[in-house]
């Protein structure tokens, strides 16, 4: 039995991630002002980052409607049970959305195996999650037991996040604009998580440099995991290739991870993460 994951535009994958296990994605909807996209679908990152740059105010993004789950929902085989790893509800309506687009499909054919899982995390966390969920399926887990360890699964995830600049926190109104301006000043680096209960983005510390802050960002895994020969970390960079390969590179020196998995934040995360911004995730004790 084959089992469909799908997941929504708060999640980033790596490319070979996609293609070989055929991940479905429904796409988050984007708003420079009266001109509307769909992540992924009609705005590829390049333009995205273009109109991020000439705009004065950062792009609005709204979830997926119930709809766009069902329709997508309704392209899988019906004898094809799925799963869905939504983006937190921390900070999107989407997961909602995707769960009465379970109910759609439900009311019209009760006799279709779906799970919609709120993940409470976003970016590489999803793609960690996907990663598990894609090994599970390869051992022969079955819908119900998957279903159950990937709850358990989100439970264990925890999701690290760096800025490089307070530009974007600070346009979208998340900072006070005189309190990001003295951060800025004094070359304050925000350090952030989502959180256990919601999976909402707190700000955990605030350093000073980015060297201190880069060494901060690494030795908080420390504090989170042991035994890590059989974990996997997730990094995802927001238009930053270079230092996102160079931290990933310090983590693996620093602790013996399995795996790791590297990719680009997509057009949610960077609108507030802004560029240089980095998030890691991986499995805690």
Same mark, same amino acid.
């Given at each position: 039995?084959?089992?469909?994951?799908?997941?929504?535009?708060?999640?980033?994958?790596?490319?070979?991630?996609?293609?070989?296990?055929?991940?479905?994605?429904?796409?988050?909807?984007?708003?420079?002002?009266? +001109?509307? $996209?769909?992540?992924?679908?009609?705005?590829?990152?390049?333009?995205?980052?273009?109109?991020?740059?000439?705009?004065?105010?950062?792009?609005?993004?709204?979830?997926?409607?119930?709809?766009?789950?069902?329709?997508? $929902?309704?392209?899988?085989?019906?004898?094809?049970?799925?799963?869905?790893?939504?983006?937190?509800?921390?900070?999107?309506?989407? $997961?909602?959305?995707?769960? #009465?687009? /379970?109910? /759609?499909?439900?009311?019209?054919?009760? %006799?279709?195996?779906?799970?919609?899982?709120?993940?409470?995390?976003?970016?590489?966390?999803?793609?960690?999650?996907?990663?598990?969920?894609?090994?599970?399926? %390869?051992?022969?887990?079955?819908?119900?037991?998957?279903?159950?360890? #990937?709850?358990?699964?989100?439970?264990?995830?925890?999701?690290?996040?760096?800025?490089?600049? @307070? +530009?974007?926190? &600070?346009?979208?109104?998340?900072?006070?604009?005189?309190?990001?301006?003295?951060?800025?000043?004094?070359?304050?680096?925000?350090?952030?998580?989502?959180?256990?209960?919601?999976?909402?983005?707190?700000?955990? %510390?605030?350093?000073?440099?980015?060297?201190?802050?880069?060494?901060?960002?690494?030795?908080?895994?420390?504090? $989170?995991?042991?035994?890590?020969?059989?974990?996997?970390?997730?990094?995802?960079?927001?238009?930053?290739?270079?230092?996102?390969?160079?931290?990933? %590179?310090?983590?693996?020196?620093?602790?013996?991870?399995?795996?790791? @998995?590297? /990719?680009?934040?997509?057009?949610? &995360?960077?609108?507030?993460?802004?560029?240089?911004?980095?998030?890691?995730?991986?499995?805690?004790?």
């Amino acid at each position: 039995m084959t089992i469909q994951l799908l997941i929504d535009g708060g999640g980033d994958l790596p490319d070979s991630m996609k293609d070989q296990h055929s991940i479905k994605n429904v796409p988050l909807n984007l708003h420079f002002g009266e +001109e509307h $996209y769909k992540t992924g679908e009609t705005i590829d990152l390049p333009t995205f980052y273009k109109k991020l740059k000439q705009s004065e105010e950062l792009p609005r993004s709204s979830s997926p409607s119930p709809n766009d789950f069902y329709e997508t $929902y309704k392209e899988v085989d019906r004898d094809t049970p799925i799963l869905v790893l939504a983006l937190t509800q921390g900070l999107s309506s989407t $997961y909602e959305s995707a769960v #009465m687009g /379970m109910d /759609m499909l439900l009311e019209e054919d009760p %006799e279709r195996k779906i799970a919609v899982l709120n993940t409470k995390t976003a970016s590489c966390g999803i793609a960690l999650l996907v990663h598990e969920a894609n090994t599970k399926i %390869e051992e022969g887990l079955d819908f119900e037991a998957l279903v159950s360890h #990937m709850e358990e699964r989100i439970d264990k995830t925890t999701t690290l996040f760096i800025l490089k600049t @307070l +530009e974007n926190v &600070i346009k979208g109104g998340r900072l006070d604009r005189m309190k990001g301006t003295i951060a800025k000043t004094l070359n304050i680096k925000l350090l952030m998580k989502a959180s256990e209960d919601e999976g909402a983005v707190e700000v955990t %510390e605030k350093v000073r440099g980015n060297k201190k802050s880069i060494r901060r960002f690494v030795d908080q895994i420390g504090e $989170y995991a042991h035994n890590l020969e059989d974990r996997v970390i997730a990094l995802s960079h927001c238009n930053d290739e270079a230092r996102g390969r160079k931290v990933l %590179e310090n983590i693996k020196e620093r602790y013996n991870f399995k795996e790791s @998995l590297f /990719m680009e934040t997509g057009p949610l &995360i960077s609108t507030y993460a802004g560029e240089g911004g980095l998030v890691i995730a991986f499995f805690k004790d």
